[in-house]
């Protein structure tokens, strides 16, 4: 073994893995710093993804892939460090629609303090109504609920929830929770 060598860590049983150094230290803040740095890490994952990529260029490309024939939204999608989130709201008449929104740890989408830009645009066709694509950071587990609704006759009820988490920067379907339908329209 020459003195250049690096040293092999599994004969030389002081040294700390990363993820034993980062452990050690996580252990040792209280919990406001650790409310605090967790807080502080989801800006940076955050200020990364927004610095990650051309916005429009994204939100263009969704536009043409994010809707079912329905008009719908289809599932969010992962592409980088953003989840896409489509979002529509289909109607022929004002006391009847269908729709398809994104509800992001029980907060819509929009509202959502996570959310880093989101773009609206009417129906294409006849229908009334609108189209929207949301952009938020792949943050490991975040809940993330796409809630489909329809109101007939002036009565607004939610039809169909399907649940996921953000796991290992992927989205994992997971049990349905139950979303309250308040507030699904902007």
């Known amino acids: 073994m020459h003195m250049d060598d690096p040293i092999d860590e599994q004969n030389n049983p002081m ?9 050690f230290f996580i252990q040792e803040l209280s919990d406001k710093e ?3 740095l967790q807080i502080e890490m989801q800006n940076e ?10 916005h429009d260029a994204i939100i263009k490309q969704a536009f043409e892939s994010g809707f079912e024939r329905s008009g ?25 629609h269908r729709c398809r929104f994104v509800s992001v740890n029980e907060e819509w989408v929009w509202q959502s303090g996570h959310l880093i ?5 009417p129906s ?6 609108f189209r929207a694509i949301a952009l938020i950071p792949v943050i490991e587990g975040l809940e993330i609920d ?12 939610a039809e169909k929830v399907v649940s996921f988490e953000i796991a290992k920067g992927e989205l994992s379907e997971v049990s349905q929770r139950v979303i309250p339908i308040d507030g699904m329209h902007h």
């Open 124 to 129: 294409p066709g006849t229908d009334k109504g």
């Open 117 to 121: 830009t989101e773009t609206k645009r």
């Open 34 to 36: 650790l409310d605090q």
């Open 72 to 96: 719908l939204g289809v599932m969010p999608w992962i592409e980088g460090q953003f989840l896409i989130c489509p979002g529509a709201l289909v109607s022929r008449n004002p006391a009847n």
């Open 146 to 157: 796409i809630v489909s609704g329809k109101m007939q006759s002036g009565q607004h009820r």
């Open 15 to 23: 040294a700390l893995t990363d993820s034993a150094m980062w452990s």
């Open 45 to 54: 994952i955050r200020h990364r993804a927004i610095q990650s990529g051309d």
